[in-house]
Nanobody
Framework: QVQLVESGGGLVQPGGSLRLSCAASGRLFSIYAMGWYRQAPGKQRELVASITSGASTNYADSVKGRFTISRDNAKNTMYLQMNSLKPEDTAVYYC????????????WGQGTQVTVSS
């Protein structure tokens, strides 16, 4: 089992910055990828950014150049640095981990609210 806890969300003005954190605990050795998803009211949940065990990264076109995903293996923590925030970035952001043990499965955090508004 993997447990994920997000933090760092809040209210920020357009053009501002925010850093989200995802702390992982449990059976971590079988995780092969992690990512950040977001879901706005009335919208589908979408992948924002992902990072593999080999440290390769992928970004949604809407955030490329503005967001950076990273991890600190020593702290079992993943981050999402968000710069030049726009109102359309407003959503609940979820941490995700893909693992193979005890079975192939995705694990999710509880979500953290990001609101970009003046």
């Amino acid at each position: 089992q993997v447990q994920l806890v997000e933090s760092g969300g809040g209210l920020v003005q357009p053009g501002g910055s925010l850093r989200l954190s995802c702390a992982a605990s449990g059976r971590l050795f079988s995780i092969y990828a992690m990512g950040w998803y977001r879901q706005a009211p009335g919208k589908q949940r979408e992948l924002v950014a992902s990072i593999t065990s080999g440290a390769s990264t992928n970004y949604a076109d809407s955030v490329k150049g503005r967001f950076t995903i990273s991890r600190d293996n020593a702290k079992n923590t993943m981050y999402l640095q968000m710069n030049s925030l726009k109102p359309e970035d407003t959503a609940v952001y979820y941490c995700n981990a893909a693992a193979t043990l005890p079975r192939v499965a995705d694990y999710w955090g509880q979500g953290t609210q990001v609101t970009v508004s003046s």
